[in-house]
């Protein structure tokens, strides 16, 4: 059975994407019409802002980072007096095959609105301040020790069901800003092969059973072989219990062979 055939009801991909690329070029010539007509200001706080800028430097400031100590594996944020170097209770003796996850946030308060309003409200211009909140996990040596050869970024896919409705990937528009910043390649090397339900609705167990098989390889992928026997930066938006990052990590491993994959994210739920 062919590819088309088994899958009879999807759509015209590359029609369809073509349509979101003029989309999106037609949003941003707007944006920037809308910036010289109406200059932008901090979507929290409201002060004016230049430079295309959508977050001011006191409330970037303000976010609350999570900093050490946190848990060496999945980025939970430890309370107490505890070492740099510790697991938390739910990673303690379990194994993954995702390498260490690391995000920028918790999600809540600020952090939290503007994720929703990037994401639901489709204020997709976010994406920049949303990268360069995530570039500051450079900071961490795991991440910034790794020359040669270069991190692949490499974004979470969304269902073509509901990236349709969206008309945008929120991961993807914060991976390729995060590539272009820090010279990176960022390659569009899963898809996702089931609309499942929404994560949110879900405890940990039944996420893990909702997402197993969700995700492949992109055909260009396994044509191309851009992750293979490399390190793999992983982009998502919100890291909650990890089941995400663990499926789609599996597939990169297992069928893309790449070296090791680090998930970072905006916010950690």
Not at 118 to 125: A, T, V
């Amino acid at each position: 059975m062919t590819e088309q055939e088994s899958h009879p009801e999807r759509p015209n991909l590359s029609a369809s994407g073509n349509a979101r690329s003029q989309s999106n070029s037609l949003r941003s010539l707007l944006a920037r019409w809308l910036d010289f007509l109406y200059p932008p200001s901090c979507m929290l706080c409201r002060v004016p802002l230049q430079k295309g800028r959508y977050l001011c430097q006191a409330c970037c400031e303000d976010l609350p980072r999570i900093e050490q100590p946190y848990c060496m594996k999945c980025g939970e944020n430890i309370e107490g007096l505890v070492s740099e170097d510790v697991l938390c209770r739910h990673c303690r003796g379990v194994d993954s095959f995702f390498d260490f996850a690391r995000s920028v946030t918790s999600a809540e308060g600020p952090a939290n609105e503007i994720m929703h309003a990037y994401k639901y409200g489709r204020q997709i211009h976010l994406h920049r301040e949303l990268a360069l909140l995530m570039e500051e996990l450079w900071s961490d040596p795991r991440l910034s020790v790794q020359k040669t050869p270069p991190w692949v970024v490499v974004p979470v896919p969304l269902h073509w069901r509901r990236e349709r409705w969206r008309w945008f990937n929120q991961s993807y528009e914060i991976a390729k800003t995060l590539a272009q910043q820090c010279n990176l390649s960022c390659q569009k090397a899963l898809r996702r092969t089931r609309n499942t339900s929404q994560q949110a609705l879900l405890g940990r167990g039944h996420r893990l059973a909702n997402l197993q098989g969700a995700f492949q390889l992109s055909p260009r992928e396994r044509r191309l072989e851009t992750t293979r026997d490399k390190p793999v930066l992983l982009i998502d938006d919100v890291f909650t219990t990890g089941s995400t990052a663990e499926e789609c990590a599996r597939v990169l491993k297992e069928e893309g062979g790449a070296e090791k994959v680090v998930v970072l994210t905006v916010l950690r739920g």
